[in-house]
């Protein structure tokens, strides 16, 4: 069974950092893209930031200079380092890896508060 854990939000005021982390078990097949997510109350579900199996990064441009997308493939795991945090990017915040297949799978979402 597949399952992704994230962890590292929490509470910041603004202009603090989070580092989120999602961790990956169970999935069969390689992974290809890496991604964060964010839905913030009474939105829809938006992009982030993604990784590709090489490394290739692409971000929303409202987190562009702000925020870093990394992974570690030999720990099927994926990193979000959040610097400069604005009110607007409160959230919940999901990771969304993609295998080789193209099957997709979702974190539960942890949830993160800027305030200001």
């Known amino acids: 069974q597949v399952q992704l854990v994230e962890s590292g939000g929490g509470l910041v005021q603004a202009g603090g950092s989070l580092r989120l982390s999602c961790v990956a078990s169970?999935?069969?097949?390689?992974?290809?893209?890496m991604s964060w997510y964010c839905q913030a109350p009474g939105k829809q579900r938006d992009l982030v930031a993604t990784i590709t199996s090489g490394g290739e990064t692409n971000y929303a441009d409202s987190v562009k200079g702000r925020f870093t997308i990394s992974r570690d493939n030999a720990k099927n795991t994926v990193y979000l380092q959040m610097n400069s945090l604005k009110p607007e990017d409160t959230g919940v915040y999901y990771c969304n890896f993609r295998d080789r297949i193209g099957q997709r799978y979702w974190g539960q979402g942890i949830q993160v508060t800027v305030s200001s």
């Open positions: 169970g999935i069969i097949y390689t992974i290809n893209s």
